[in-house]
């Protein structure tokens, strides 16, 4: 933030707002403000987030059913099924039978749908730049780690929130 603005809101008229004392409240606000900033960035590719979330989901080669991305995305089963078909229809996922257990499929990105994830990700990453930029770079990372540990135990046990 300029040090104009900055003032300027020093001098602009306030009142007291409790909820930004409330860090869930600011992770929420948060997290809507940049979501919405990279869902327009998707939206000139064709994308939605949601979309993009199966397919960067899919993007670390782990075998994972629709049933799976449902859970870790907290996407309603009917709505993975739908966004699942649509995603085969466009070329960008295939379902193949689960050896382990037939009546499953796991997902797979095709060439196309790496490609497609490549151009997203980049979009992504230039909202998340451009959002976070009054941040400096290492309080960034001590976020994704803050965050990384408070989230820990609250995924289901088949993703690992640190590297």
Same mark, same amino acid.
């Given at each position: 933030?300029?040090?104009?603005?900055?003032?300027?809101?020093?001098?602009?008229?306030?009142?007291?707002?409790?909820?930004?004392?409330?860090?869930?409240?600011?992770?929420?606000?948060?997290?809507?403000?940049?979501?919405?900033?990279?869902?327009?960035?998707?939206?000139?590719?064709?994308? @939605?987030? @949601?979309?993009?979330?199966?397919?960067?989901?899919?993007?670390?080669?782990?075998?994972?059913?629709?049933?799976?991305?449902?859970?870790?995305?907290?996407?309603?089963?009917?709505?993975?099924?739908?966004?699942?078909? +649509?995603? /085969?229809?466009?070329?960008?996922?295939?379902?193949?039978?689960?050896?382990?257990?037939?009546?499953?499929?796991?997902?797979?990105?095709?060439? /196309?749908?790496?490609?497609?994830?490549?151009?997203?990700?980049?979009?992504?990453?230039?909202? /998340?730049?451009?959002?976070?930029?009054?941040?400096? /770079? +290492?309080?960034?990372?001590?976020? @994704?780690?803050?965050?990384?540990?408070?989230?820990?135990?609250?995924?289901? @046990?088949?993703?690992?929130?640190?590297?």
């Amino acid at each position: 933030m300029s040090r104009s603005s900055a003032s300027a809101r020093q001098g602009a008229a306030t009142f007291d707002f409790p909820l930004v004392r409330r860090t869930g409240y600011l992770l929420h606000k948060a997290g809507i403000l940049l979501l919405h900033e990279a869902d327009q960035a998707l939206e000139a590719q064709g994308l @939605r987030m @949601r979309y993009y979330f199966v397919l960067a989901a899919l993007e670390g080669g782990h075998a994972l059913s629709q049933q799976d991305l449902s859970r870790l995305l907290n996407l309603d089963p009917t709505t993975m099924v739908a966004l699942v078909d +649509e995603m /085969e229809d466009n070329g960008h996922v295939e379902r193949r039978r689960n050896p382990a257990d037939r009546r499953r499929y796991i997902l797979h990105l095709t060439n /196309e749908g790496r490609r497609v994830v490549a151009t997203a990700a980049e979009a992504v990453d230039r909202v /998340e730049r451009a959002f976070l930029a009054s941040v400096p /770079e +290492e309080d960034q990372e001590r976020l @994704r780690e803050i965050l990384g540990g408070v989230l820990a135990d609250h995924w289901p @046990r088949v993703v690992a929130c640190e590297e």
